[in-house]
Nanobody, 120 residues
């Protein structure tokens, strides 16, 4: 099972930027599909961005399209989330997720989360 550690969260003013990182260990990282989710207080966890293994196809939640960019560095076993033009509604705990499907069985791992707060 993969261990995931997020970093890069913090307090930022509206309109600012942050870059989240998620470092993986213990696995062949390049074979995992990676994604970022977030959960605000009182709300369900939602998909922010995802990047596949192999061809590295990406997709984004509607609320972050054009502002956030997901990328990965397989050599560093890391996935990143560049967040620009941040809004107060982006405030949430951001989680990294790794998924691998092998022989019809999905292996899913989550990080512990990193807090992002967007406030004046």
């Amino acid at each position: 099972q993969v261990q995931l550690v997020e970093s890069g969260g913090g307090l930022v003013q509206p309109g600012g930027s942050l870059r989240l990182s998620c470092a993986a260990s213990g696995v062949t990282f390049s074979t995992y599909a990676m994604s970022w989710y977030r959960q605000a207080p009182g709300k369900e966890r939602e998909l922010v961005a995802a990047i596949s293994s192999g061809v590295e196809r990406t997709n984004y939640g509607d609320s972050v399209k054009g502002r956030f960019t997901i990328s990965r560095d397989n050599a560093k076993k890391s996935v990143y989330l560049q967040m620009n033009s941040l809004k107060p509604e982006d405030t949430a705990v951001y989680y990294c997720k790794a998924v691998k499907v092998e022989v019809g069985v999905a292996s899913v791992s989550w990080g512990q989360g990193t807090q992002v707060t967007v406030s004046p």
